[in-house]
């Protein structure tokens, strides 16, 4: 995991608002799903929906971890639209670090899932959202491939 501990520097909080040490070992070997989205776009709350489902039923099976990396404009708008959602997320006030992230996975537009190799920090897939969306939204080929 410690490649991706490595990209947050321990900005990462639970539902409870704790921070988490992405180095611990029950986050070894997962896929990281990076999941860059915001309240006031209308395609991720159409999309938002559709993840927490996929999550809710596999993330066990499918040994992966989701986190949310906000683009929105206010702290009271991302925990209105945070308190739905049941995995980690990149603490709010880190702008900094959630613009790094951006660019360094080159999000053009939101909503954007990647899937990371926990491990590594390698790119798994880097189209993700489509791969669910319309591909395989049963997660049959999950981790999906990018092609």
């Given at each position: 995991?410690?490649?991706?501990?490595?990209?947050?520097?321990?900005?990462?909080?639970?539902?409870?608002?704790?921070?988490?040490?992405?180095?611990?070992?029950?986050?070894?070997?997962?896929?990281?799903?990076?999941?860059?989205?915001?309240?006031?776009?209308?395609?991720?709350?159409?999309?938002?929906?559709?993840?927490?489902?996929?999550?809710?039923?596999?993330?066990?099976?499918?040994?992966?971890?989701?986190?949310?990396?906000?683009?929105?404009?206010?702290?009271?708008?991302?925990?209105?639209?945070?308190?739905?959602?049941?995995?980690?997320?990149?603490?709010?006030?880190?702008?900094?670090?959630?613009?790094?992230?951006?660019?360094?996975?080159?999000?053009?537009?939101?909503?954007?899932?990647?899937?990371?190799?926990?491990?590594?920090?390698?790119?798994?897939?880097?189209?993700?959202?489509?791969?669910?969306?319309?591909q395989d939204n049963e997660g049959e080929n999950f981790p999906w491939?990018?092609?």
């Open positions: 995991m410690a490649g991706v501990a490595k990209l947050f520097d321990g900005h990462i909080l639970n539902k409870s608002n704790e921070s988490i040490d992405l180095t611990d070992q029950k986050y070894k070997g997962k896929v990281i799903g990076l999941y860059f989205s915001a309240h006031w776009c209308p395609p991720c709350r159409g999309f938002t929906p559709v993840l927490i489902n996929f999550y809710k039923s596999h993330a066990e099976d499918k040994n992966f971890e989701i986190i949310f990396i906000s683009s929105d404009r206010d702290e009271a708008s991302f925990n209105e639209y945070y308190k739905d959602m049941p995995w980690l997320t990149l603490d709010f006030k880190e702008r900094k670090k959630n613009e790094e992230l951006g660019k360094l996975f080159k999000v053009a537009g939101i909503p954007t899932f990647i899937l990371l190799d926990g491990n590594s920090g390698d790119i798994i897939c880097a189209d993700a959202r489509n791969q669910l969306q319309s491939k990018s092609t």
